[in-house]
């Protein structure tokens, strides 16, 4: 069974939210006309008890699979009513053909099993759907497909690109739209650059140049005006995270900044434990600034663990996906998790198209208790039915994450209107 408490401020702010529809609903609407949420995202949540708040955001979202069956067959209509929205935004008469390009390690089998079913519920709707390839071409006779295997023996055939006169096709097939789930960590072809047809979400945003700090800058800001309009404690949904670059913590450069980093945010939470009367020692999160899948990432209660840290620590925090070299990172306030399920320590995982809820997981592990990374070796994905939770003594849980996972959303879309700078890597299209 999964149980989270029913504490003070999940109350207050399902409270706020409910007697504050119409201004959020104004406060949201202005927000996503001058800057659109992504085509779709997913938002890791730490809820503690004492405060709810998103500890990454992820534009190229997987995991697909590890949706509620019944939230993956709802979800198709809100991305049919996304891709018409996008359509009269992009002035396209519609969206008919949509082109998949994943991630090209083929060797994850979760990955491929989580592209089914991403394939899957775009099927649902009226759109022809095709995966592209961006990797090395497969042996065998020239143009044939890639065939991609599942953790589960599923198989999905991905088809080599090719870019003419600006424009990007597959076998033939030339799309209205390009949906990316492939996250860049170590550039993107620079082909990719001269494409006429929507790129969505902006290949200029995957974890080669895309940074988390620019993220919760956005985020608490936009947290601070929900909480202004919601009438609760601002510090309860936003979370503290301060930039530390250049580091290398192989040759030691920037340890001494971060060191300062760290002592300063556990000073400042514990001033603020003291005034909620929080009893618990304050801890932070050291994470790679540009990065995912739970990647070079450190927990520490003290500078010293910092100053001191062992040649496996060094060697983890010094390369993340794909091998790139961790040059900037965040120190992040350390938020516990209050989530249980099964007796394990558990986070949710949120997933929105275009900023609606659609539904999420999660997100367990045996191995870690509940000041850990959670993202690890050893996890385990239990499912999340928004229907499950509407019946449930924990009914206020999809009002409050997905309130939570909106306000990242629109972050995010304030980061897609401020590219950073381009990476490229050297291959071509």
Not at 111 to 136: F, K, Q, R, S
Not at 344 to 352: D, K, N, R, T
Request: charged share 20%.
């Amino acid at each position: 069974m999964t149980r989270t408490s029913a504490s003070a401020v999940k109350q207050a702010l399902a409270r706020g939210i409910i007697q504050n529809r119409a201004r959020l609903l104004e406060w949201h609407t202005a927000i996503s006309r001058a800057t659109p949420p992504p085509f779709y995202c997913s938002i890791d949540i730490r809820d503690s008890g004492h405060k709810i708040v998103p500890v990454d955001s992820n534009l190229f979202p997987a995991g697909f699979n590890n949706i509620c069956p019944d939230d993956m067959r709802a979800a198709s209509r809100i991305i049919q009513a996304q891709l018409k929205a996008l359509a009269l935004r992009l002035g396209l008469p519609e969206i008919r053909k949509l082109l998949v390009i994943p991630e090209s390690h083929t060797s994850n089998a979760y990955y491929i099993e989580n592209l089914h079913y991403l394939l899957g519920v775009l099927a649902d709707i009226p759109v022809e759907v095709m995966t592209g390839w961006l990797g090395p071409p497969p042996e065998g006779p020239a143009g044939s497909p890639v065939k991609l295997v599942s953790a589960t023996g599923k198989i999905i055939e991905a088809h080599g690109i090719e870019i003419k006169d600006g424009l990007l096709s597959a076998n033939g097939f030339v799309p209205d739209m390009i949906l990316l789930n492939n996250d860049f960590s170590g550039g993107y072809p620079p082909g990719l650059d001269n494409i006429k047809q929507p790129l969505l979400p902006s290949h200029h945003l995957g974890w080669h140049a895309r940074k988390k700090s620019r993220h919760f800058e956005h985020y608490n800001k936009l947290a601070a005006e929900f909480a202004a309009i919601t009438g609760i404690d601002p510090w309860t949904i936003m979370v503290d995270t301060v930039q530390v670059e250049p580091v290398d913590f192989s040759s030691g450069t920037g340890i001494e900044t971060a060191a300062l980093a760290v002592d300063g945010m556990l000073e400042r939470i514990r001033t603020e434990y003291s005034k909620r009367s929080i009893h618990r020692a304050p801890f932070v999160f050291i994470k790679n600034n540009r990065g995912t899948y739970g990647m070079g990432i450190m927990v520490a209660r003290s500078s010293d663990e910092l100053k001191h840290m062992n040649r496996r620590t060094r060697n983890k925090m010094s390369t993340s996906k794909g091998h790139c070299r961790i040059d900037s990172v965040v120190v992040q306030e350390g938020v516990p998790t209050a989530t249980i399920v099964d007796r394990l320590a558990a986070e949710p995982v949120i997933y929105l198209v275009g900023g609606s809820l659609i539904g999420g997981f999660l997100r367990t592990n045996s191995k870690r208790g509940d000041e850990d990374n959670l993202n690890s070796q050893g996890m385990v994905f239990k499912k999340l039915c928004m229907s499950d939770l509407q019946d449930t003594d924990d009914s206020l849980l999809e009002l409050v994450y997905g309130a939570v996972a909106q306000i990242s959303a629109l972050a995010t879309g304030l980061e897609l209107t401020q590219p950073p700078p381009t990476h490229l890597s050297a291959g071509q299209a």
